[in-house]
């Protein structure tokens, strides 16, 4: 079936630093979504990217899409303790179902 | 945004009885609505899709018999833990999609349900 995985599993930066998640699917996506979970919460929605090569800035955040719509990465500049969380990758696939990479859990030292 | 709740919150039971969570859309109408688990610092993983008026199509390794879902209407999915065991202590979130508002592909979370049972 369809397997969605992210590294690196874990990431600890000192505030400022930047971060990097990687996601990648076995098989090809039509539509990639980000999302980030704080300790003890649900995830909550970021960003959609839907076309081959795609690029999306929110703030401090850069998402971007592979041109083979199987990878995506989300970039954080300068981090900061508010980004603490899990960062989730999620994809529509040949079925009708979103399926969940595996998170990359992100800890901010301040 | 599109808003979900899920009742209860937490909750706790001994070993064999059942539980009931509901997941509710309460500002959009949901004809699909997903149940996860989350194991704690693992993803999530989707159990079932749960379809408005029909059966709900449960993910592999999933056992329906145990895990009970009911989507009456149009607002409201359940899922009933059925002779809860220790091993189904788990993180319960379900999600629905607002087909009129967005594209469809964005779903919204429920806040969640923690099951402990004892």
């Known amino acids: 079936g369809q397997q969605v995985m992210q590294i690196p599993q874990y990431q600890h930066v000192q505030e400022g630093e930047d971060f990097t998640t990687y996601c990648n699917s076995s098989t090809t996506l039509s539509n990639i979504q980000w999302y980030k979970q704080r300790p003890g919460g649900h995830p909550v929605f970021l960003i959609q990217l839907v076309k081959s090569g795609e690029v999306k800035k929110q703030k401090r955040l850069t998402f971007q899409f592979g041109e083979a719509k199987k990878n995506s990465s989300l970039h954080i500049t300068a981090t900061q303790t508010t980004d603490v969380g899990t960062y989730f990758c999620a994809g529509w696939g040949n079925t009708d179902k979103l399926i969940f990479g595996t998170g990359t859990r992100l800890q901010v030292f301040p | 945004g599109a808003v979900v709740s899920q009742h209860p919150s937490r909750v706790i039971c001994k070993s064999g009885t059942s539980v009931k969570i509901e997941c509710r859309s309460l500002d959009f109408q949901a004809t699909t609505m997903f149940w996860y688990r989350q194991f704690p610092k693992q993803s999530l993983m989707l159990m079932a899709t749960?379809?408005?008026?029909?059966?709900?199509?449960?993910e592999q390794g999933v056992e329906k018999d145990k895990f009970l879902i009911n989507h009456a209407s149009l607002t409201l999915s359940t899922l009933t833990v059925t002779s809860a065991h220790p091993e189904d202590s788990s993180f319960y979130i379900c999600?629905?999609?607002?087909?009129?508002?967005?594209?469809?592909?964005?779903?919204?979370f429920g806040p969640g349900t923690r099951l402990t049972v004892t």
């Open positions: 999600s629905a999609r607002d087909t009129e508002r967005t594209s469809g592909l964005e779903q919204y």
């Open positions: 749960s379809n408005e008026g029909s059966k709900a199509t449960y």
